[in-house]
């Protein structure tokens, strides 16, 4: 198994789950004792040291569950999952008192709650821990009573185990990107629900999210997008001189080595059995432009490749080996090179083209007559990186070396 960072399923995640604002509380290592409750096909799951903290970042604030007192219990090492049963719900998993001793007052007191709320709540015995099970839908409670009583449970789910190798003993959220679909809501800016959770689902099998740390883990196969990003190295990044006016989604790739690059970006592609579609797109339009994308691509030098969007704003900025002279907008004599050549994230209403530079733009000429570079300069943008996405709260630096996460107020 292997892991690597991976930018947008954090950002999806931190949209539409939670904020990265505040440090981290620290988890037991008895915590993961929890998971044995949670169903295998349960489609995230939170281990949190205090009950409190898990409401808060998992449970939306219009749920039956933060109406209960939870009481002395509200400091219960708890684990929280979203599960599927025609619609998504959550289940709430709380440590309550070993088995050995003593059922915890506050217990009764929260089973009598949930019954008059019409919440659906079970008192299990886990290994060596009690658990009260408690959920809006009855049929989560039954199937987490049915897991436990089989011995089953999301610890037995494919490839698990690497995902407890990198759950650490901070308080954590895990997702199951084959879920995406069912677990986010999330537009980012012209990039919408549906393309970005079929990225998701293909980036890596498990993202494991604590704190600025994110985990994507995946087996060895070359169709994961992970594992494409992690083979790249450390590109010079220069965007933050030629910040683009009126962005609020930024996605940037520094190219450390073009043929190494273009190397591993068809392995990917092959691995996904897309290699023949891709190469026959640019055979269509090195005879439909008269020339070669790859070419293109080589002739420029491209050392850098950025997405910037707002909504009804798209624009495609490449980084040339050379700069030019400041150039007026003119139709782009090669227009779908830079989504054939990089994915269907680029803008593919490319048009137009204008030179600012060493930066060669693309994009509808309505958007490239009114867009200013360089206006504002972004704070702790990295020199380096392999990839660099940014939104308007927050930016995720991938480097060979760690990821740090930023939040971040434009």
Sequence with gaps: MRKCVLVLTFIAAALSAFSCAGGPSVASREAPELLRAVPSDALSVGVFSRLDKGLERMVDSASVLRSLDFGKLSR???????????????????????????????????????????????????????ALLLSPSATVVTVAG??????????????????LDVLGGQDAVIYRNSGAAKLFGTELCSVSRKTLNAF????????????????????GSGRYFCNFLESLGDGQSRLAASWP???????????????????????????????????????????????????????????????????????????????????????NPYTGFVSALYGNLFNPADSCIVRRGEWLLSGERAVLDTITL?????????????????????????????????????
Excluded at 295 to 301: D, F
Aim: net charge neutral; hydrophobic share 40%; with cysteine.
């Design 374 to 410: 360089g206006a504002v300069k972004p704070e702790n943008w990295p020199a380096r990186a392999r990839l660099v996405l940014d939104t308007d709260k927050t930016r995720i630096i991938s480097t060979q070396q760690n990821i740090k996460v930023w939040n971040t107020a434009r």
């Design 146 to 163: 049915r897991h436990i009583a089989s011995e089953s449970s999301i610890l037995d789910a494919p490839d698990f185990q690497s995902v």
């Design 245 to 331: 006016s009126r962005s609020e989604l930024v996605v940037d790739l520094p190219v450390a080595d073009l043929a190494s690059f273009r190397k591993s970006y068809e392995a990917w592609r092959d691995a996904r059995v897309e290699l023949e579609q891709y190469q026959k797109r640019i055979q269509e339009l090195s005879k439909k432009r008269g020339k070669s994308p790859l070419a293109w691509e080589k002739e420029l030098g491209i050392k850098e490749i950025a997405y910037v969007a707002a909504p009804g704003f798209r624009v495609n900025m490449i980084r040339t080996s050379k700069g030019v002279k400041d150039e007026e907008v003119v139709p």
């Design 76 to 130: 219960a090492r708890t684990a929280v999952a979203m599960c599927y049963v025609g619609s998504l719900s959550p289940l709430l998993v709380v440590e309550a008192g070993r088995c050995d001793g003593d059922t915890l007052a506050p217990v009764h007191s929260l089973l009598a709650q949930a019954d008059s709320l019409r919440i659906s709540a079970a008192f299990v015995a886990l290994e060596t821990h009690n």
């Design 200 to 219: 998701m689902h293909d980036a890596s099998e498990w993202t494991v999210v604590s704190g600025d740390k994110v985990d994507c883990v995946q087996p």
